[in-house]
């Protein structure tokens, strides 16, 4: 096969020479207040990647980026108390769930991945959309997990930040705190 990046013949679909110099992931920051959202990649470096989403080829290469990125970290996180990495909507949409394999990723000692527990009962397409359009026409969050507990929120990309806060004032309601969100990339850090 053809390394996507490259093109260049490769044993998988991101070659050694790609995967060392464009998924080695670095830590960013970004505060939405109430809580905050660390991310792996620059935006302009994956998104050519995260472009081929909803192809076939989507679903490799959300597991080739978190194994390079989700992976060391849920390696490195240590606490001594239960944690559990909450994807949100996980629902699959182009035949997989992104946020799903970003959460499967964190399993770890002390992480524990929580599947179809924060749903979208709106099913609205954020895409290109406006922070305005977003406030308007909310996900409408349902919550099916235990209360009183600690989470890691899991998204693949934070733009406004609305979806992520949406879920953490659900969450709220529930008493389960949100430590942080975990993202692939912010889109506002070109
Ligand atoms: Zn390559």
Known sequence: MRCILCERLSF??????CKEKFLTPSFYRRSLRD???????????????????????????????????????????????????LPIDDIPYSGYSHTAILAKYLKSKNIKPVFHSLIASNRVIYRGKSLDFRLKNPRKFQYLFKREID??????????GSTLKEAFW????????????????NARDK
């Open 12 to 17: 998988s679909f991101v070659c050694k020479e």
């Open 151 to 160: 989470v890691i929120l899991i998204d693949d990309v934070v733009t406004t």
């Open 170 to 185: 659900t969450l709220k309601k529930y008493d389960v705190n949100v430590l942080f969100a975990l993202t692939i990339t």
């Open 35 to 85: 809580f905050e959202v660390f991310s792996f990649y620059k935006y302009s470096e994956i998104e050519n990647l995260l472009n081929l989403k909803h192809t076939l080829l989507g679903y490799f290469i959300y597991n080739i980026l978190a194994k390079n990125s989700f992976l060391p970290f849920s390696k490195e996180f240590k606490t001594d108390f239960p944690v559990f990495a």
